[in-house]
């Protein structure tokens, strides 16, 4: 475990962590040592050596003194330790998480990332203050009585010498286990984490097709699956234990039948081989507590392997020196034989070739599930590319800070999250230093005035984890407002399909002109008057532009564009006349 929360916290605290285990060793051994004298001291009181007693007494003394100053000095340390590790891996991972790439967000990472800096951390931090005291101590007291016992018969101190390697390997073992099936557990545990949510998150998709009361499938095998591994859990568990308790016991009883032959011995004295027997005692009671501590400490680590893991994931690369920009080129958007594939997934852009013109608006349109998302997502380096490159502001995004390349950039994607604050905040969080006379401007032409005026806290209520508070088209419209604030010289638009009533498509396409007044605008459009709004429509088909041009030309151009600007037509009820 220690190697792993060495890497885990850096190396600049390489030096705590080994003076904290120095100082845990100092107490376990001073521990031991205390205890071990108590042979010496009865031999000499049995023997009427009161001189040699008193000397015997005084070490005792001295080393229980001892003890009490190391054990109380590593207590502190502990502590410190412990709020050492919470704030640095609090950080660390804080830290790491703003420079990932934004394509690592997406799936169960974040239930994983959740679990792992709440109850990941919390058990890691714990297992420093509670169970790292008590396993140094649990191993390195019997080692020190060992020893000593060494001095007073050569036998038991054998004994001590050979069981010594097979309790190490039944700790190791059954730690083991544990740690085992910690990570099933781990694992099941996430999945049902994710499971729950969404079954909390889509409950009106859910009741819609009755899977809210005869069940949720998914929900229900991952919450089987926890139930099994926690009960493999447990056997796992309770057979590393009785492994473990065994061989201790075993161990035990061989020094104790050790001490009896003793005893039928001419030379050593009953109330030595009390003291002996004693010793014992605690040589044993310590091991049996680090055979039940082994698995915590184990299952710590596993967190820091898991911490470790998140710590691992690459950040974007940034340039060693911010890039420099040609200015006639702000706002332009190119894409050069630009290929990508998610992971483990088919290719979805098999070349994609395309550039947009500084302040002009630029359609994409394309069958569902062709890429046209992922086209938005890559252009804000979300994901790397496989090959080709993407130039914004003339400049390849690999070659830009992410402040640079966010800064060229307002989002506005269908999944609008708007943080638990008011309108205000949401809108404010464009350009914190916009003017209220902006604020105000940004409200008017994104229809957000509307919904300030209508809402009797106005600016100042508050929308609810998510936005949850606003319907659909009120969030998109909040988020537009922002974008309208930022004034960033490209705005990268997935129009909402579900959320847009008449006047909301209307407030849409008015934002979209005062936006593409601002720089160039790039936008996922659904709708025919958004298609049509366009000063130019790109045709995305498996994986490729296949088409470009404007609305009028591509209907004669090109067969498919034309179907599907049909279909799209009669859906929205508009007449294509000739
Ligand atoms: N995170 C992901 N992991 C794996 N595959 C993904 C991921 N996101 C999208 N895909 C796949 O990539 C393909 C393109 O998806 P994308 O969302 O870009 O399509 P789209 O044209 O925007 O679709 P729509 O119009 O329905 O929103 C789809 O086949 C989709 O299943």
């Known amino acids: 475990m220690i190697p792993s929360l060495i890497n885990v916290l850096g190396p600049e605290h390489r030096r705590a962590v080994k003076s904290y285990l120095a100082w845990l060793a100092a107490s376990a051994v001073l521990e031991g040592l205390a205890v071990a004298v108590l042979v010496p001291l009865l031999s000499a009181v049995l023997q009427d050596d009161l001189g040699s007693a008193g000397r015997w007494l005084g070490v005792l003394a001295a080393a229980t003194l001892a003890a009490s100053v190391v054990y109380y000095v590593q207590g502190m340390r502990g502590f410190t330790m412990a709020l050492t590790v919470l704030d640095t891996l609090h950080g660390r991972i804080g830290a ?29 931090v714990s297992s420093i203050a509670h169970l790292m005291q008590p396993l140094v101590r649990g191993v390195l007291a019997p080692v020190t009585i060992a020893v000593v016992v060494c001095f007073y018969d050569w036998r038991l101190g054998l004994v001590a010498i050979i069981a010594s390697p097979f309790i190490y390997w039944c700790f190791r073992f ?49 919450i089987e699956n926890q139930r099994q591994v926690g009960r493999k859990q447990l056997n796992w568990t309770l057979g590393g234990m009785l492994l473990s308790g065994t061989t201790i016991q075993l161990t ?8 009896v032959l003793l005893a039928g011995g001419p030379q050593t004295q009953s109330l030595q081989l009390v003291a002996l027997l004693a010793l014992l005692a605690r040589f044993i ?29 690459k950040p974007l690369p940034e340039p060693a020196a911010p890039a420099v920009f040609d200015s006639a ?36 349109v394309g069958r569902s599930g062709s890429g046209k998302t992922t086209i938005t997502r890559i252009a804000a380096r979300f994901h790397e590319v496989d090959g080709g490159t993407v130039r914004i502001g003339g400049v390849d995004v690999r070659e830009q800070t992410t402040a640079q390349l966010m800064g060229q950039l307002s989002l506005v994607f269908q999944d ?29 032409l994104s229809g957000v005035n509307e919904i300030v005026n209508r809402l009797p806290a106005g600016w100042d209520t508050r929308v609810g984890e998510g936005g949850a508070a606003l319907s659909g088209g009120e969030r998109q419209r909040v988020s537009i407002a922002r974008a309208l ?36 605008v790039l936008v996922i459009a659904h709708t025919p008057a958004m298609i049509t709004s366009a000063d130019r429509i790109l045709v995305l088909e498996q ?36």
């Not at 781990?186 to 909390?200: H, I, K, M």
């Not at 999250?417 to 940004?442: H, K, Q």
């Not at 404007?550 to 049909?566: I, K, P």
Request: charged share 20%; net charge negative; aromatic share 6%.
């Open 96 to 124: 790491h998480v703003v420079r990932m790439p934004l394509g690592w967000f997406a799936g169960e990472s974040v239930g994983r990332l959740s679990r792992i800096t709440t109850s990941g951390v919390q058990a890691i």
């Open 174 to 222: 059954s730690a083991r286990l544990l740690g085992a099936s910690d990570e099933l557990a781990d694992e099941a545990a996430v999945t049902s984490g994710n499971r729950v949510l969404e079954f909390a998150r889509h409950q009106p998709v859910l009741r819609a097709f009755g899977q809210s009361t005869s069940g949720y499938a998914p929900l229900e095998a991952a």
């Open 252 to 259: 035990f009883t061989v020094m104790v039948l050790i001490v």
């Open 285 to 313: 009671g310590p091991l049996a507590l680090v055979s039940e501590l082994s698995g915590g400490v184990r299952m710590a680590r596993n967190d820091l392997d898991r911490v470790q893991a998140v710590l691992d994931v």
């Open 329 to 364: 080129q702000t706002g332009a958007i190119a894409f050069e034989n630009v290929r990508f594939g998610y992971p483990q997934a088919t290719p979805v852009l098999k070349g994609v070739d395309f550039s947009v013109q500084p302040g002009s608006v630029t359609a994409l």
């Open 416 to 444: 609008v999250y708007l943080f638990d604050g008011t309108i205000a905040e949401n809108v404010r969080l464009g350009r914190e230093s916009a003017t209220d006379e902006e604020l105000a401007e940004a409200a008017q």
């Open 485 to 520: 604030l930022k004034r960033a010289p490209i705005v990268l638009l997935d129009e909402a399909t579900a959320a847009l009533d008449a006047t909301n498509e209307a407030l849409v396409r008015r934002s979209l002109q005062a936006l593409s007044r601002h720089g160039t």
């Open 543 to 578: 994986g490729t532009i296949a088409a470009s041009g404007s609305h009028d030309e591509l209907l004669v151009a090109h067969q498919g564009y034309a179907s599907m600007f049909a279909e799209r037509a009669a859906t929205a009820g508009w007449q294509l006349r000739a």
